[in-house]
Nanobody
Framework: VQLQASGGGLVQSGGSLRLSCAAS????????VAWFRQAPGKERNFVAT????????YYEDSVKGRFTISRDNAKKMAYLQMSSLKPEDTAVYYC????????????????WGQGTLVTVSS
């Protein structure tokens, strides 16, 4: 599966943004999907994941209650709705597939989008 992330941009602190991840290939619904982010000079960190059927989600603690991951298998899309954004959310955001639903380890995901930059100003 090939992935392409989009929707990043510049937003003020407290604002909202929705990221999209478009997939190509016939088997999108066979994969759990995750979002990771990488701030400048830092490692790539787990943000959220959604099970292939869309019925279960899992979040990193710092984004719980602010971010919502979702997917539309018919459209081969995944989304990350981000609200109450903070400057510390500034990072390049990546969507990924091929890992287990509950894994937070980037190396366990086989497929990656190119990343989309989110900048939150204070």
């Amino acid at each position: 599966v090939q992935l392409q992330a989009s929707g990043g941009g510049l937003v003020q602190s407290g604002g909202s943004l929705r990221l999209s991840c478009a997939a190509s290939g016939r088997t999108f619904n066979a994969y759990d999907v995750a979002w990771f982010r990488q701030a400048p000079g830092k490692e790539r960190n787990f943000v959220a994941t959604i099970r292939r059927d869309g019925l279960s989600t899992y979040y990193e603690d710092s984004v719980k209650g602010r971010f919502t991951i979702s997917r539309d298998n018919a459209k081969k899309m995944a989304y990350l709705q981000m609200s109450s954004l903070k400057p510390e959310d500034t990072a390049v955001y990546y969507c990924a597939a091929g890992g287990n639903f509950l894994t937070k380890v980037a190396e366990e995901y086989n497929y990656w989008g190119q990343g989309t930059l989110v900048t939150v100003s204070s």
